[in-house]
């Protein structure tokens, strides 16, 4: 720090003793540095760069910063030297093109508008930014699209940035079937004011041999925490819907069994039971190890448990109302026989 004071001493001594400092001068800077004519000025100044912007309008020249531009923002200066100039011309990179975007009318989506031209020094890397996956209908793309996102923006996600040439392309959104199911057209799912843009489609859950599961629409984003039971999701897709209408093939009925004087008996109407498009037609019932504590699965719609039926406690058959009467043991149609026998004793 010392050594620096007496170097200004040093050359501010030279120059008043009368030698001129050293600037560049002119519109864009003159090819080499030369004499300041003003032999006071102790200062050099020049044009602003601003990464990403470019160069500020202005000229090179000796002395402060001249009338009409504000130093720090447009106008820089610098410690003049009698042996060269200190305002040299910044070195800069090659010029290159981000996409540039603007909220539509309806502030629900933002829509790319074209290109921008951006500038930079020789040792800045290319950036360029766009709307991120968080939609805020007040976000404004940084510098046109030039450069890096805004920290803040960038930590809540409203914006996101890449590193090459017209790299900031937001990918198109994805398409779903919205609503009741009134109307199948394929919509564009654009996020609402603060929420992140969607990647999965949801609607409701088709349960093997009973149908489709209530209260749940088609809709755009996951299916919510702890609703399996009734929602299936998909991930989206920009041309197309993925939670299409599912296929289903034709119903069938079976019958369901119900607890009566101590014995499982068969209801009188048979169940519609559903099944999906490659779903085999299949009905289950007691089997003949069951007893009055066992419950018919699925009100008779589908197969038997694998333990189930394992345990001979379920059978099932795989046509429409077969299941209408169910398997008993030869040790079960011998026990009322017996005590039929026994009573005429």
Known sequence: MKATFITLGLALLV????????????????????????????????????EYTGLAAGSYGCGACPSGTTKGTDCKEC??????????????????????????????AFTKTGTLTCKRLAAT??????PGNVFDNTFTVANGGCGPCDATAKAANKCAECDTAEC????????????????????????????????????????????LATGQDYACGACAANSDAKCQDCTGKSDAACNTKIETAENF???????????????????????????????????????KTYSVKNNGCGPCETADKTSKKCADCDEGECNSAFAVTAHQLLLPLLATVYSLL
């Open 125 to 130: 890397p290319i950036k360029c930014n766009m």
């Open 79 to 108: 410690t003049g030297d009698t042996s060269a100039g200190c305002n040299a011309p910044e070195a800069t990179g090659a010029d290159f093109n981000c996409h540039t975007y603007t909220i539509n009318a309806a502030k629900t």
């Open 15 to 50: 120059i008043q003793q009368g030698e001129a400092i050293k600037c560049y001068q002119g519109a864009a800077g003159s090819a080499a540095d030369a004499d300041c004519t003003d032999t006071t000025a102790t200062v050099c100044h020049q044009p602003m760069f601003t």
């Open 253 to 291: 009925k079976c019958y369901d069994y119900e607890l009566k004087d101590e014995k499982l008996v068969k209801k009188d109407a048979a169940v519609t039971c559903q099944r999906l498009k490659d779903t085999p037609i299949k009905c289950n019932m007691p089997g003949s190890a069951a007893d």
């Open 168 to 211: 900031n392309v937001m990918p198109s959104p994805i398409k779903c079937i919205q609503g009741d199911g009134s109307d199948m057209t394929a919509k564009d799912c654009l996020p609402a004011q603060g929420e992140t843009t969607p990647t999965k489609c949801s609607q409701a859950k088709f349960v093997e041999y009973t149908g």
